[in-house]
């Protein structure tokens, strides 16, 4: 992990916590200059003013410079210098804000006992425990380790100021409270040096312990923990509660099913910004999640897929023509649908009407395609533009999909993996050229074969690899190719060539 340094205006600040090495002033961290260290370093910014200008300012801007990750970042800084700018960011907030009061009754009574209300937040934590959920959204929009919000009540409650703080702000409770969210925020601070291997790189990776079908099973994670050891990257799982952390490490893995309206786009977005090397990174996550984007960009490209017509909400004429004409049975999808999920075949016009209604609840245009039954979809995992394994899955038995939820739980097919050289040249020619309009990243290619034909069904951003199934064929390489990959973009973001 990054070396920690925390810095402080004079070392009588932090007289109420307990010692240690990793504590220098702003005049000692600014005046060391430029180093030469090769170690990551985190630098924790807790000087009492962040004005412009000013040591803290400055503890931020030359931290930067000296590329350490620091908290709080100048822009961050910036940002909560005018509320014509954090403002911009409060819509949402305030709404989760209300609706808190709306359902707790000790947090109404206290807001509306004093018409306002002041809150210390330390590192994303509060001793108001009603406000947890939004002190750690504020946190992860505005990442500084204390922060004043003061609430008031106009029509509705709304937040009124968000305030950098020093040390010098802390109550004795507060006191208590930071030296806590500190030690839970380093996880270095006051323990002994570890003395485990040291690794060049940290790389995390974003699972969900509670998702049922994850892209990785808990095996594969663990060759992926192996591969990145061999390779001299410390491997490490988080969630989705650590998304402050993030900055500290050097790479991203998002091993959670991804979408652009959940968290992981969100750690994908932070992750590309703070410079780390992220699969998913955010724009193949934006081409690949939608299958209306998808299926606009393969065709302009000339990619072969099945036959598609794009429904749109209100279009009530232009649907039934569409409905009229088009061969059955055929198969509707939703625009972000996931392993199956939204997409439905209908048999004839009358149930295509219907279930386009319903489903125009979720999104404002659908995909209608030809139904092109197969008895397997090929799957191609491209890497940078290589293709690194082969798997066929077979239809669930007795359903048209590989997936079948009309149980209630996810049912699947079979599946064969098979070495690339086996592949026939057409399908990986189709696939590779499909990869190669999102991106260079990781990606999974779904294509069906029938006769001479191929086409591609969709490109997957986040692509299952899960152990004695994708890695079957190749074992361990698998996970040392992935590994390999995250390997040399750091080496070339290291070398300033990234």
Request: charged share 25%; aromatic share 10%; hydrophobic share 40%.
């Amino acid at each position: 992990m990054a070396r920690l340094k925390i810095i402080v205006d004079k070392t009588i600040d932090w007289l109420a916590y307990y010692p240690t090495e990793d504590l220098f002033t702003a005049h000692d961290y600014l005046a060391q200059g430029s180093s030469t260290e090769t170690a990551a370093t985190q630098v924790i910014n807790l000087c009492n003013s962040y004005r412009y200008l000013s040591y803290g300012y400055y503890t931020s801007l030359l931290a930067e410079a000296r590329g350490h990750k620091v908290i709080p970042s100048i822009r961050t800084i910036n940002d909560l210098g005018k509320k014509s700018i954090y403002g911009l960011n409060l819509e949402n907030l305030n709404a989760l804000l209300n609706k808190l009061v709306s359902r707790d009754a000790l947090l109404k009574a206290e807001l509306e006992e004093n018409q306002r209300l002041e809150v210390t937040l330390c590192f994303g934590q509060t001793r108001f425990t009603p406000l947890a959920d939004l002190a750690r959204q504020i946190f992860e929009q505005f990442p500084c380790p204390v922060l004043s919000i003061t609430f008031r009540k106009n029509q509705d409650w709304q937040i009124e100021a968000i305030r950098p703080e020093g040390l010098k702000h802390l109550t004795g409770e507060d006191e208590d409270l930071f030296a806590k969210a500190l030690d839970s925020y380093s996880r270095k601070i006051w323990r002994k040096p570890s003395t485990k291997k040291k690794y060049r790189y940290d790389l995390a990776i974003l699972v969900d312990p509670q998702e049922k079908l994850p892209p990785s099973d808990p095996v594969a994670l663990k060759a992926f923990i192996k591969a990145g050891n061999k390779l001299g990257i410390d491997v490490e799982l988080i969630e989705k509660k650590d998304f402050s952390h993030l900055a500290e490490y050097d790479a991203l893995f998002i091993r959670e099913t991804t979408s652009i309206s959940n968290h992981t786009y969100r750690f994908a977005k932070k992750a590309e910004v703070e410079g780390l090397v992220v699969f998913d990174d955010p724009t193949s996550i934006l081409r690949c999640c939608n299958k209306v984007y998808l299926a606009d960009l393969l065709a302009s490209k000339g990619i072969p897929m099945p036959q598609t017509t794009f429904l749109y909400k209100d279009h009530i004429k232009e649907l039934r023509q569409v409905a009229k004409n088009m061969a059955y049975p055929a198969v509707l999808k939703v625009p972000d649908g996931a392993f199956s999920k939204g997409v439905v075949k209908v048999n004839d016009q009358k149930e295509l009407l219907e279930q386009a209604a319903h489903y125009f609840k979720q999104s404002a245009i659908l995909l209608v395609q030809e139904f092109m039954y197969t008895d397997y979809d090929w799957r191609i995992g491209v890497l940078n533009n290589k293709a690194i394994f082969a798997c066929q899955y077979f239809m669930t038995k007795g359903h048209w999909q590989i997936y079948n939820h009309s149980s209630g739980e996810a049912e699947s097919g079979g599946f064969a993996t098979l070495p690339i050289h086996q592949v026939p040249a057409q399908v990986l020619k189709t696939a590779l050229k499909a990869t190669k309009l999102i991106g260079d990243g990781l990606y999974g290619v779904d294509l069906k074969q029938s006769g001479d034909r191929v086409v591609v069904i969709e490109v997957n951003d986040n692509p299952n690899i899960d152990s004695d199934v994708e890695d079957l064929y190749s074992k361990e390489d698998l996970y040392l190719q992935v590994m390999g990959e995250f390997l040399r973009r750091m080496e070339l973001r290291s070398s300033g060539h990234g």
